[in-house]
């Protein structure tokens, strides 16, 4: 994700691991933090769930805050 705002910025990032048919088979979120303006943040989302099929993530909210 790229910070598009003037000020440094705290992200947390809600994602969620889709079967192919729709089930939803876990969830997971990131917090990415002190983010500064026009930067870039990767980070890798992780199931505590086992899942022995292929998935793509799908990110189900972003909630951003100025960094203190």
Not at 44 to 59: E, F
Request: charged residues 20%; aromatic residues 4%.
């Amino acid at each position: 994700m790229t910070n598009r705002s003037s000020k440094p910025g705290d992200h947390h990032i809600s994602v969620e691991f889709p079967a192919p048919g729709g089930l939803r088979l876990d969830e997971a979120h990131l917090f990415l933090t002190e983010v500064a303006p026009g930067q870039q943040a990767r980070d890798t989302a992780q199931s505590l769930t086992r899942v022995d099929r292929p998935v793509t993530c799908r990110v189900t909210g972003v909630f951003r805050t100025a960094s203190p």
